[in-house]
């Protein structure tokens, strides 16, 4: 008796994983948003490049501060270098009667040591850049504003993505209801007719049709589940779920006022055109300052041993002056391509703003139809279910026969899908308008 508890209890164990993960995952809307821009790789990238364009920009602005190199170097010479005066070279000095050559002998002096070592540190502020660094500031600052505007982009993406997503897999699901209801009065009527050919009442040729009939239906069914996994494949990529499978939560459908002063003023791509064309008229200001000559301040302090010629310690101040004169010409040839640049992110802002105003006007439009066919699919959805519970009066009366009850089940699911369709579709219009208008 207890090996039979503890081996019960030793299945149970290996089987709860298993029972755990069968078990459906409730979900809704905001949930699967925000796992998908919790686990999303290319958005993850697009904050790294952010990132990296604020560590950018701190590295420019260091720059303009005062730049201090440190050297030291060490030398050991074989050979040392003499300066050699012979006697006599100076002249002769009379004393006495009797001349002194100057210097009286041969001399030597060695003009360094064999060990040789020196160290210093120098200091430069650059005068003439500093506008050109700031300039170059202003071109970072720039980037990491479009790098910015390039996640926010990326997560609306994201979020738009997983709305589709979703909104396809609730269509799916009464879209399977139709199909299950067609299938199951299909299978009746089959059955129908098998017994009136056996009682003699028809021929082959109907049950051929009827059967075909189940078949077809079978297969739409089939490509319903189909579709329903690769929804679901896709959602569970996204948002990174490991469940089996989803319960999703329904989404309010309730139409919403759209007001007709709406704009794109804070579209992403309008921004970034914008940016961009920024970003080309700073890039103009650092080339013109490009033509300046490089020159700026220094100081520092050094110090030596081996060198007998120089002092061991030797404080100094500065300036340094350097012009490339090429660079007149070859900047020259810069600001050209500066100019044609700004010239087609101009065309560019002006034609993402044509664009973004036709979608918002299509996005718009498309609120409106989805908006009356709403109204026209719930006038059928009401008509369907009233005529439902006319046959189910009828058959409780028994006036009609099992078909015709399925038969309007089908018809009801049908008109449900389509009213699911129109208010799906109305939700989809309205984040496509959000995201164009920048409101999400």
């Not at 003439?128 to 980037?143: N, R």
Request: proline share 3%; glycine share 4%.
């Amino acid at each position: 008796m207890k090996s039979r508890c503890l081996l019960t209890l030793i299945i149970f164990l290996l089987m709860a994983p298993v029972l755990h993960a069968q078990q459906p995952m409730p979900l809704d809307l905001q949930q699967a948003i925000d796992l998908a821009l919790q686990h999303n790789r290319a958005l993850h990238i697009k904050k790294l490049q952010q990132s990296e364009k604020a560590a950018k920009l701190h590295e420019d602005a260091i720059k303009q501060y005062p730049a201090v190199t440190v050297s030291s170097a060490y030398q050991y010479n074989q050979n040392l270098g003499a300066l050699n005066i012979p006697a006599g070279y100076f002249g002769a000095l009379p004393l006495g009667g009797t001349t002194i050559e100057l210097p009286n002998k041969d001399a030597s002096f060695e003009l360094g040591k064999h060990n040789n070592f020196n160290a210093g540190v120098t200091v430069y502020q650059p005068i003439t850049q500093l506008g050109k660094i700031k300039a170059g500031m202003e071109v970072t600052k720039t980037d990491v504003l479009i790098a910015e505007q390039e996640s926010r982009k990326a997560a609306l993406q994201i979020r738009q993505a997983v709305e589709k997503l979703y909104y396809g897999l609730l269509i799916n699901q009464q879209q399977q209801v139709t199909a299950n209801a067609n299938l199951q009065l299909a299978q009746m009527k089959q059955f129908d007719v098998e017994s009136a050919l056996m009682a003699g009442k028809t021929v082959d040729a109907s049950k051929a049709g009827l059967q075909a009939n189940v078949a077809d239906e079978e297969q739409n069914l089939l490509k319903l589940q189909i579709q329903a996994d690769d929804y679901m494949a896709d959602l569970q990529q996204l948002t990174g779920i490991t469940a089996d499978s989803v319960i999703l939560a329904e989404v309010d459908y309730t139409p919403q006022p759209i007001s007709d002063s709406i704009s794109g003023e804070n579209n992403v791509d309008i921004r970034l055109a914008n940016l961009t064309r920024v970003k080309t008229e700073q890039a103009i200001k650092a080339a013109q300052r490009s033509y300046l000559p490089d020159f700026g301040l220094m100081a520092g302090y050094t110090y030596q041993t081996g060198n007998v010629l120089y002092p061991n310690s030797n404080p100094f101040v500065g300036a340094s002056f350097k012009w490339n004169i090429q660079d007149i010409f070859s900047n020259k040839q810069v600001m050209h391509q500066r100019n044609f640049q700004l010239q087609q992110s101009t065309e560019y802002v002006a034609n993402t703003q044509e664009t973004v105003n036709h979608d918002i006007a299509k996005a718009k439009r498309r609120i409106n139809q989805a908006i009356a066919l709403i109204a026209v699919a719930q006038k059928a959805v009401n008509y369907r279910q009233d005529e439902l519970k006319i046959q189910q009066d009828k058959q409780d009366a028994g006036l009609n026969i099992e078909a015709d009850l399925l038969n309007t089940k089908s018809m009801l699911a049908k008109a449900q899908a389509d009213l699911l369709s129109a208010q799906l579709n109305y939700r989809i219009a309205l984040s496509d308008l959000r995201i164009l208008t920048g409101a999400y």
